[in-house]
């Protein structure tokens, strides 16, 4: 359960950095996210959906008892994270 809690707690990490370069006008690096941005109003908003299908498949692959994939994932992550406040630290 710990692994995966700790893929949600970076996801919820994802999101407010991203929020917060947002907000000190650096652009959204992430095709992804940046294509769901061009269709809703909010890129808060574009930023949760697509988060919530991180996280669904992060629970999926939990509960698939695939444990390596999250551990790989939460590495993604958590350099995306500081990938994020390096932005942050450069904005």
């Not at 359960?1 to 919820?12: C, D, E, P, R, V």
């Not at 939990?62 to 932005?87: E, G, M, T």
Request: charged share 10%.
């Amino acid at each position: 359960m710990a692994i995966l809690s700790f893929f949600l707690a970076l996801q919820l990490c994802d999101v407010a950095t991203t929020l917060l370069f947002l907000n000190h006008g650096v652009a959204e690096a992430n095709p992804l996210v940046a294509g769901m941005m061009r269709l809703v109003v909010s890129p808060a908003l574009a930023l949760a959906l697509v988060k919530l299908g991180g996280c669904a498949l992060g629970l999926y692959a939990w509960k698939s008892h695939r444990i390596r994939l999250l551990r790989r994932a939460n590495l993604f992550f958590a350099a995306c994270v500081a990938w994020n406040l390096l932005a942050l630290a450069k904005a």
